[in-house]
């Protein structure tokens, strides 16, 4: 076998290129070496099989190929296992006119009728050596057809060859493949296609340009034979611009999400006699391969202007909306089966893709979604929050709006003779950095309770901070109990302050005191006064917007139902 492949012997009296340029040995295959080194060294080591099945896209040479495997057989001078294409036999059967070759188009001779009187003449005599049996597109035989050639590749005359072609091999009957060797053909790369219409153009005296030929290797789609058809369409009309399927300018238009230049370049289309199901066929098709070049570069078959075209568009549309086009686009040619107006379904499915937001599937949900994320961040206005009526907790009475009088200097009051209401301290390690007591209770609010135990936050919600100097902050509870159960949190409280202002702080426990601030959130109720307070303990003003609870229960009440009001 050469190591570069002849151009194929023109056949006389034949216009077409494909069928007059078509391959007569295995030495003129092209983009199929797999199968000539299987078959081509089995004919040269008398070592072929009885059945072969031969599978793959249309146009790739499976019925060529099986003609020059009965060639190599039937030859009269082989040359290491391939078929010399000058003896009576070779031209008889490339003529079709030989008694060792017998062809069936299975989609027209499936019954089993004539599958019975094929495989019974295989038992006959034939002048050659071998006797061959081309079966084209066999996954159309009917079952009974099937059956009947089953029984006969159980048992096969000696001198007889089954070859099988097929686009569809998970058709055929697995009891039929298992007694077969199966050989897989390849669509040709745009290379070697390219090489070979040059070849065919220069053996016919064509004088084809480049461009010409670049778009007879778009159009073939890795099939030799559509390539060669296309090549000879091209050459008719001169121009390559017939190489367009009508489809670009839909397609350029859908990546765009030009919904009125889409239905536009469909008018147009149509317009020119196209048929809307066969426009979806080559809108799906060219989504493919859109979506094989993002995804699998390698098993995508375009080349050339065409794939760089689709890998522009494939960046352009992503991923998501490339997977949900191809899926839309299925779906519609099935919804075209039974539709009465087909151009309506591709024209709806098409102005679903270029606005999402016409489709509510989680695709296009999905896709909307990339779009913003694509667009980046985007620079809102802030718009001041609406004023909000706060709610009145449980407990609180209703707020009485006054106007506070001017508060004047609040004294720390006198330390409780008793020892039991100061917790041990010792000297601050440092001055805090200020020591107005308003400043000090909305820092304390805001920035120490928050950062207490949950027990803490409890019993600071239910008291109120008399007074800070010096170090030292006073804090009035409501009873004795709870000033018991502060006294065990109170190291606690000491770090969130110590830490809120950057040194130590002590706090002094006492029960009743001045509410003059609370340790919560101010809210639009008064707070409680204990009403069995000192008059001397109680304060010069008293902030509206304070609220003290007046026990434990209550501050529980409302952790519970935040937001809740009592109804009296």
């Known amino acids: 076998m050469s190591a570069t492949p002849a151009t194929p012997t023109p056949l006389e009296g034949v216009a077409s290129l494909y069928r007059r340029f078509r391959p007569g040995r295995f030495a003129e295959l092209r983009g199929q070496d797999h199968v000539v080194r299987a078959l081509q060294g089995a004919v040269q080591r008398d070592r072929v099989s009885h059945a072969y099945l ?40 490339t003529r079709g006119t ?69 686009t569809d091999p998970h058709k055929v009957l697995p009891t039929i493949r298992s007694r077969t060797q199966h050989l897989e053909f390849r669509l040709l790369p745009g290379e070697i296609l390219h090489t070979l219409l040059a070849d065919v153009s220069d053996a016919a005296g064509l004088a084809a340009d480049t461009a010409l030929l670049e778009s007879a290797v778009r159009l073939g789609r890795g099939s030799a034979r559509d390539a060669l058809s296309a090549l000879d369409q091209l050459m008719a009309t001169g121009s390559s611009s017939s190489s367009r399927t009508g489809i670009e300018g839909v397609l350029g ?14 008018a147009n ?12 066929e080559d809108l799906c098709a060219a989504v493919r391969q859109m979506f094989l070049v993002q995804v699998a570069p390698d098993v995508s078959d375009v080349v050339d202007e065409e794939r760089e075209q689709l890998e522009r568009w494939g960046r ?25 107006d087909k151009g309506i379904v591709l024209e709806v499915a098409l102005v679903r893709l270029a606005h999402p937001a016409l489709d509510q599937t989680l695709e296009a949900l999905a896709e909307r979604v990339e779009r913003l994320e694509r667009q980046g961040p985007v620079a809102r206005t802030p718009v001041a929050p609406l ?42 390690s440092a ?98 006064i204990p009403v069995d307070q000192d008059d001397d303990e109680a304060p010069e003003e008293s902030d509206p917007e304070i609220t003290i609870h007046s026990s434990v229960a209550d501050h529980l009440i409302t952790e519970m139902f935040p937001g809740a009001e009592e109804i009296s």
């Open 54 to 93: 031969f599978s793959g896209p249309r146009g790739t040479g499976k019925t060529t190929t099986a003609r020059i495997l009965a060639k190599a057989l039937n030859c009269e001078r082989p040359i290491e296992g391939d078929a010399c294409n000058e003896c009576d036999s070779c031209r008889a059967i």
């Open 387 to 428: 004023p909000e009526e706060p709610r009145r907790p449980i407990g609180v009475p209703p707020r009485v709006e006054t106007t506070p009088p001017v508060t004047p200097p609040v004294t720390p009051p006198p330390p409780d003779p008793t020892p039991r209401s100061v917790t041990p301290s010792t000297s601050p």
């Open 269 to 280: 289309v149509v317009r020119e006699g196209g048929d809307p199901e066969q426009m979806t």
């Open 431 to 528: 001055t805090p950095p200020t020591s107005d007591l308003d400043e000090f209770r909305r820092r304390f609010v805001a920035h120490v309770v928050p950062k207490t135990s949950r027990g803490a936050q409890m019993i600071l919600g239910a008291a109120h901070v008399v007074a800070f100097d010096q170090g030292r902050v006073t804090i009035a509870v409501a009873n004795e109990e709870i000033r018991q159960s502060a006294l065990d949190l109170g190291p606690g409280v000491a770090r969130a302050l110590e830490h809120e202002w950057g040194s130590r702080i002590d706090i002094a426990w006492i029960v009743g005191g001045s509410p003059a601030s609370p340790t919560t959130t101010p809210t639009s109720a008064p707070r409680d």
């Open 253 to 266: 238009a859908l990546v765009n999400s030009d919904a009125a230049t889409t239905l536009r370049e469909v």
């Open 316 to 340: 352009d549309m992503g991923l998501a909306r490339t997977v949900r086009t191809l899926e839309t686009l299925g779906r519609a040619l099935r919804e075209m089966k039974g539709a009465p």
């Open 98 to 166: 030989s008694f060792d070759v017998v062809e069936l188009d299975a989609a027209s001779n499936n019954g089993v009728d004539a599958m019975r009187e094929i495989t019974a003449g295989a038992w006959h005599a034939t002048p050659g050596r071998w006797k061959v049996y081309i079966f084209d597109e066999v996954h159309q035989l009917s079952k009974p057809a099937s059956a009947a050639l089953l029984k006969t590749l159980e048992e096969p005359p000696h001198h007889v060859v089954f070859v099988l072609a097929t």
